[in-house]
């Protein structure tokens, strides 16, 4: 499905959010034809050709192998937030996704940099954490913040877990008012991520080992074979 879609979509009206998919590094755009290719340069291409400017990247992949940070201009932060497809994140995840992007344009008031997001398709994930941050934060209602990403994207959000949490489920709230300049729990909550219920799964004897599952759907981006049993217990950053 990767291959198919628009690699960029427009930046979200009303906002500082852009959608993309995930660029890949040269070793996996060997597999792909010239017009499939999508990489970093790609992207800051992208973003050059709509006279805007990318100020951060919140990756969401559960994987570092797509493509290397190091490719990516110095003038463009990169956060890396593991999320895991087909399951709407954990409360941790969405508080955390808040975070960085009230401190950003906190310290981005100035300018009118963006803040790039993508998980593999830049769809479902990506869609459902922008969307719930529109909704929680800037008080948007769910179906205008569903219909504005999808209008920017090209690609509307699919996944029916994702649709239908923001339709339905509460807005997510920290115990405490949520402030661009408030750091102190950084540390904590980080463990909170780190210690969701999947870290477990490898856990007592007899258990199995719980496959690869970074991609949103069924697509042709597989993980390669040496990845398919992938060890959910490793500390964020190690391959």
Same mark, same amino acid.
């Given at each position: 499905?990767?291959?198919?879609?628009?690699? @960029? !979509?427009?930046?979200?009206? !009303?906002?500082?959010? /852009?959608?993309? %998919?995930?660029?890949? %590094?040269?070793?996996?755009?060997?597999?792909? $034809? +010239? $017009?499939?290719?999508?990489?970093?340069?790609?992207?800051?291409?992208?973003?050059?050709?709509?006279?805007?400017?990318?100020? #951060?990247?919140?990756? #969401?992949?559960?994987?570092?192998? &797509?493509?290397? @940070?190091?490719? *990516?201009?110095?003038?463009?932060?990169?956060?890396? *937030? &593991?999320?895991?497809?087909?399951?709407? +994140?954990?409360?941790?995840? /969405?508080?955390?996704?808040?975070?960085? @992007?009230?401190?950003?344009?906190?310290?981005?008031? !100035?300018?009118? %940099?963006?803040?790039?997001?993508?998980?593999?398709?830049?769809?479902?994930?990506?869609?459902?954490?922008?969307?719930?941050?529109?909704?929680? @934060?800037?008080?948007?209602? +769910?179906?205008?913040?569903?219909?504005?990403?999808?209008?920017?994207? !090209?690609?509307? /959000?699919? =996944?029916?877990? &994702? #649709?239908?949490? #923001?339709?339905?489920?509460?807005?997510?709230?920290? =115990?405490?008012?949520?402030?661009?300049?408030?750091?102190?729990?950084?540390?904590?909550?980080?463990?909170?991520?780190?210690?969701?219920?999947?870290?477990? /799964?490898?856990?007592?004897?007899?258990?199995?080992?719980?496959?690869?599952?970074?991609?949103? $759907?069924?697509?042709? *981006?597989?993980?390669?074979?040496?990845?398919?049993?992938?060890? &959910?217990?490793?500390?964020?950053?190690?391959?």
């Amino acid at each position: 499905r990767w291959r198919s879609l628009t690699p @960029v !979509g427009q930046p979200i009206p !009303g906002t500082r959010f /852009i959608a993309f %998919k995930v660029p890949l %590094k040269g070793a996996i755009n060997q597999r792909l $034809t +010239p $017009t499939q290719k999508f990489t970093p340069k790609d992207l800051i291409a992208a973003m050059k050709a709509l006279n805007v400017e990318l100020g #951060l990247i919140i990756d #969401l992949t559960y994987t570092t192998r &797509y493509y290397e @940070v190091k490719d *990516l201009p110095k003038s463009v932060q990169y956060k890396k *937030l &593991y999320t895991v497809g087909l399951e709407v +994140p954990d409360n941790a995840t /969405i508080l955390q996704f808040k975070k960085w @992007v009230r401190k950003f344009l906190w310290e981005n008031a !100035g300018n009118e %940099k963006l803040i790039g997001v993508h998980c593999t398709n830049g769809i479902n994930r990506t869609g459902y954490l922008i969307c719930r941050y529109l909704i929680d @934060v800037e008080g948007w209602d +769910p179906e205008a913040a569903i219909q504005a990403f999808g209008d920017a994207r !090209g690609h509307r /959000i699919d =996944g029916l877990v &994702y #649709l239908t949490d #923001l339709r339905t489920q509460p807005m997510r709230r920290s =115990g405490k008012r949520l402030r661009a300049y408030d750091e102190h729990s950084q540390n904590d909550l980080q463990g909170q991520i780190q210690l969701r219920d999947f870290d477990f /799964i490898n856990k007592g004897a007899g258990q199995r080992r719980r496959s690869f599952h970074d991609h949103q $759907t069924q697509d042709d *981006l597989r993980a390669p074979m040496q990845m398919r049993n992938w060890d &959910y217990n490793r500390e964020p950053g190690q391959r």
